[in-house]
């Protein structure tokens, strides 16, 4: 695989999304949302008094919990939104078939499109995160006089199970691309992705109990799905077929 | 002349009907301009992307500078020695040419300043250089088919293979498109092209293959009209009428005669020999000779004809 072939692609999609401005703007509204609901929580906490150091910061933390849990959506979300044009707009624009006139292999057209869908919403979801631990950190200082955020579970959130959902739902774009039999059926099963891996982090980080071992068998499971669809989407990936039979 | 693509009893069948292509075998030599003729769904576009990698055939192979076209271990000095222009442009509008050129020539491996120096050549030949930063979206269909061709060519491939390279431009551009292919020939390039402008073909073309789903004749376009057609003779005369074909019609060599006031038109087996014959006869005769033109049957006549003819076979064999 050569990197710089992969690197072009990217740059040329990454081009491409960001000459269609009403797509790029939507990209920022469910992070700033959610950004905006866990600085709303830590300011009305901060409003409050209490006594206690440590139930000040425990507070803290669970009212940032929801805003922390919310933005994990977004790697999907934003995967999925991208992801799914990815393949199915150089079909609709013929531009696929002076790309696959060019060397690029299998493997570097699909690595090479899984970077855009994959690298803006986690970039989102990292300034997010970022930038709630600085606020909530601002705020609490006078009174705790310790930094509260980050804590263990949020680095962990925001660098090991972010990028895995990220993963997973771009590479579960790229194989359904593979496997749809026309562009149209490619965007709407895209939207199937989205479901279950909102349910999943619904139930383990909102109902589960929270814990390492619950968190690690997450993420493990995230990165044999993702690492599973990857394998899948390179093994599928028949390019005569989508050349010839997409319409 | 050795040759750079040899096609071998290639069939690409689709899911439902009949073959794309159904075995057709040829061969296309360095340096020659190689078209490709036939009505629509005749194959043609299918073997262009068979010619160029893109699809895989469903029997039989194809070799570009002898690698076959399916090695995947050969993919990239394959696709680093064909130049594609497809039926459509499929430039990525939202960026600029210049954008597009760039990012093609990458995926080549080019250099920036190769790439800069390529486009700047070939964007000037086609007029392009001076809106070379303008997205393509606000170019015409005709701007949109030069960039494109640019873009086959940026690479410096052996071989451009071009699906229809003279559609939405007008007279002026598509003239020097053919000089420019013309120029690419002289240049040791090999040119195979896909279209429907048969004078275009019968132009540029040191030969022409057309099909329908089959290869039904593969020849220099001259060789092909004198293979289809006899030669033919007008001629016109001031004091003719219809019984001058009396006269004629048993004179030796003449196929076929026909009146269209006033000319008389004639089909020779072999004008050179039985010309000077007829004309004598007919001035024996008391006609008055005004001009007299050999004319020559064309490419379309020929396209025609045989596609006529394959669609008649088909029809008694069904």
């Known amino acids: 695989m050569k990197v710089n072939r992969v690197r072009e692609l990217f740059r040329k999609d990454f081009a491409e999304l960001r000459s269609n401005r009403s797509v790029f703007i939507s990209l920022f509204v469910f992070p700033v949302l959610f950004l905006l609901e866990g600085i709303g929580s830590a300011i009305a906490r901060s409003l409050t008094t209490t006594s206690s150091h440590a139930v000040l910061v425990a507070s803290y933390i669970s009212g940032a919990s929801l805003s922390l849990d919310l933005l994990l959506f977004v790697p999907v979300i934003t995967a999925v939104t991208i992801g799914s044009n990815s393949i199915v707009q150089e079909k609709t624009t013929h531009s696929l078939e002076p790309l696959l006139a060019t060397p690029i292999t299998d493997t570097e057209l699909l690595v090479g499109k899984a970077m855009t869908p994959l690298l803006p919403g986690l970039i989102a979801v990292w300034v997010c995160y970022t930038v709630l631990f600085a606020v909530i950190d601002v705020l609490a200082w006078p009174v705790t006089h310790a930094i509260v955020f980050p804590t263990a579970v949020a680095l962990f959130q925001m660098w090991?199970?972010?990028?895995?959902?990220?993963?997973?739902?771009?590479?579960?774009?790229l194989t359904i691309s593979s496997w749809a039999k026309d562009a149209r059926a490619a965007q709407q099963m895209s939207t199937v992705i989205e479901l279950p891996a909102i349910g999943l982090i619904l139930v383990v980080f909102l109902f589960l109990p929270s814990s390492w071992e619950v968190l690690g068998l997450f993420a493990v499971g995230l990165a044999v799905v993702s690492y599973a669809l990857l394998r899948m989407a390179i093994r599928r990936f028949d390019r005569p077929s989508i050349l010839v039979s997409w319409r | 002349m050795s040759d750079f693509v040899t096609v071998t009893n290639l069939t690409r069948s689709?899911?439902?009907?009949?073959?794309?292509?159904?075995?057709?075998?040829?061969s296309v030599r360095r340096g020659e301009i190689f078209s490709l003729l036939g009505p629509n769904g005749a194959g043609k576009t299918t073997t262009i992307r068979l010619l160029s990698g893109l699809i895989y055939p469903t029997s039989g192979e194809v070799r570009i500078l002898g690698m076959v076209s399916t090695d995947s271990?050969?993919?990239?000095?394959?696709?680093?020695?064909?130049?594609?222009?497809?039926?459509?442009?499929?430039?990525?509008?939202?960026?600029?040419?210049?954008?597009?050129?760039?990012?093609?020539?990458?995926?080549?491996?080019?250099?920036?300043?190769?790439?800069?120096?390529?486009?700047?050549?070939?964007?000037?030949?086609?007029d392009i250089w001076g809106r070379r930063d303008e997205k393509v979206a606000t170019y015409s269909k005709g701007m949109k088919q030069k960039v494109a061709i640019v873009r086959a060519l940026l690479h410096d491939p052996e071989c451009l293979i071009l699906d229809e390279p003279l559609s939405g431009l007008d007279p002026e551009a598509a003239k020097s498109t053919r000089d420019f292919l013309v120029e690419q020939r002289r240049r040791g390039r090999t040119v195979i092209v896909s279209t429907h402008n048969l004078d275009d073909a019968d132009r540029l073309s040191d030969r022409v293959a057309v099909i329908r789903s089959r290869l039904l004749a593969l020849d220099t376009p001259s060789d092909l009209k004198s293979r289809l057609f006899h030669s033919r003779v007008e001629i016109r005369l001031q004091n003719g009428s219809p019984s001058v074909l009396d006269r004629v019609r048993s004179l030796p060599g003449v196929v076929n005669a026909s009146w269209e006031s006033p000319t008389l038109i004639l089909e020779l087996a072999e004008p050179e020999n039985e010309l000077p014959d007829v004309i004598s006869a007919l001035v024996g005769a008391g006609f008055r000779l005004q001009y007299v033109t050999p004319t020559e049957h064309t490419l379309e006549d020929v396209y025609l004809k045989l596609v006529d003819e394959a669609r008649n076979s088909a029809g008694a064999g069904s």
Request: charged share 15%; net charge negative; proline share 5%.
């Open chain 2, 73 to 126: 271990s050969q993919m990239e000095r394959i696709h680093n020695a064909i130049g594609l222009l497809p039926e459509v442009p499929g430039l990525y509008e939202s960026l600029s040419a210049m954008e597009n050129l760039r990012f093609h020539g990458r995926m080549h491996g080019l250099s920036d300043a190769t790439i800069h120096e390529r486009a700047r050549e070939l964007l000037t030949v086609f």
């Open chain 2, 14 to 26: 689709f899911r439902s009907g009949s073959p794309a292509v159904d075995h057709i075998t040829f």
């Open chain 1, 160 to 173: 090991i199970v972010a990028p895995l959902l990220g993963l997973l739902g771009t590479f579960g774009v």
